[in-house]
């Protein structure tokens, strides 16, 4: 891994260093955030044609990183924050805002987070968030990471536990309907277990392809989990 430092290439830049990565530049916000936070509690999102890396822990959001995917040159990268700042869910009394910006030229939500993309300027420009769109996926796979499962929108690189009551709650699995009392870990797969057995499970998710959950709550407290995962192609 290569460090570059983007004020050597004009002093008039903040002292941000650039890592350069096999398939992408990081500019990082936070220096070596990696140390702080796990990998788990890092988010992707696209923004426009770059990325940017949130940090998701219990008391914070906090944006850390953008990434700027090759083939790209690191004087391109320079000019480009020469010209744009990125701004993070910042706010006052009078609502959100971009500081130092001349025009705000995109916005997305992410859990309700607002992330701007804005030319440079000298003005704080306020801003609304209606209309502005919600991603609800994680981009991980830019940085060689495939998470094994979607839920409600949330990438896991592991398999959550979520337990079931039979009697009420409803698990659709690719079509199929299944009673099982929780869903675990099973040789890194995703599995469906009876507490009757907890050794081995009665369904077991083997294919390769992300598998995607929707968990919903009825207002009697039942809960609906439906799964689908492609098939893998042959």
């Known amino acids: 891994m290569k ?6 290439f004009d ?11 096999d398939d992408y530049y990081e500019t990082m916000f936070v220096p070596d955030y990696d140390e702080v936070y796990q990998s788990n509690e890092i988010r992707t999102i696209q923004l426009a044609d770059i990325y940017v890396n949130l940090a998701m822990t219990k008391s914070e959001v906090r944006l850390v990183s953008a990434l700027f995917l090759k083939p790209v040159e690191v004087a391109d990268i320079v000019s480009w924050m020469q010209l ?3 701004s993070f869910a910042i706010s006052d009394a009078s609502g959100y805002y ?52 979607y839920l409600n929108g949330e990438a896991w690189f592991g398999v959550p536990r979520l337990e079931f009551n039979p009697n009420q709650d409803e698990l659709h699995v690719n079509g199929t309907f299944l009673f099982a009392d929780y869903m675990d870990v099973y040789q890194g797969r995703v599995g469906f277990f009876r507490n009757t057995d907890p050794a081995l499970p009665i369904v077991l998710l083997v294919g390769e392809a992300i598998i995607e959950m929707e968990l919903t709550e009825n207002a009697d407290g039942s809960r609906v989990l439906v799964i689908e995962q492609p098939y893998d192609e042959a």
Request: proline share 6%.
């Open 3 to 8: 460090r570059i430092q983007i004020a050597d």
């Open 11 to 21: 002093r008039r830049m903040p002292p941000l260093e650039l890592r350069e990565m």
């Open 84 to 86: 744009y700042t990125i």
């Open 98 to 149: 971009v500081e130092q910006a001349d025009e705000i030229l995109e916005i997305v939500l992410y859990q309700g987070n607002p992330i701007v993309i804005a030319t440079r300027g000298t003005d704080r420009l306020y801003y609304d968030t209606e209309g502005a769109i919600e991603m609800r996926r994680e981009s991980s796979e830019v940085m060689g990471k495939k998470p094994l499962l």
